[in-house]
């Protein structure tokens, strides 16, 4: 049943695709992954910007419940620049992949990724300097996952706790749903294609495979 309804699927997404050209597909999702990295660069600039701004009001609180507010409200908005500084890293990445692309021969549509690369070091740089301000906490440009651990340690306890809870939680959603979910994709786009997608497999096994064997150094760790 199953199989037969991918097969139905997978025609059927054939005849649509055929009827695609990525001569149309790769300026769209280029010119996209310029508006979004333009759109992040305003929401990084800005929230990293109201976190240093909300944090000099938590130093010159006087009540203790405002203050306590205020102090939320700083890493909140801390939180969203960070986030917001991600996003502009994977548009800048996208942008600068799809130029590579034969269909692109105009050189100066180089200009517009070589912009947003200069915007995510800005916001890259900002935003260290505000981990700097409002954690107190020096994250070198060229952290490692030793320096990231580090960082998390300087967290509250409360904090602490909800930030391994949602990356347990991320990771088993990105192990038991999303990566199986993508094993399926593979399946449709090699019927639609015609051809096994081997870069792709490959990928993905290794990604999925690295997952699981990262998870027994826990098992080492805490159960010798």
Known sequence: MLSAFVGVFAYTLRGIVEQIQMSQVLPTIYGLALVIGGLSFILAMYYLGKSREVYTLYQRGTEEEDSDQTYVRAYR???????????????MMTSGIILISPIFKNTLLILPALILLCLYIIVANY??????IVRHYKLSAYYTPKDILDYLNSYDEGEKQAEMESAFLTLFRLDQILLPSLYFLLIVLSVVLREIQVVALVLLVVIHIYINVAHLRKTKRYFK
Not at 77 to 91: F, K, P, R
Not at 127 to 132: A, G, N
Request: aromatic residues 14%; proline residues 0%.
């Open 127 to 132: 935003l260290l300097r505000t981990i700097f």
């Open 77 to 91: 908005y801390l939180d969203y620049g960070s986030v917001s500084s991600n996003v502009l890293m994977i548009a």
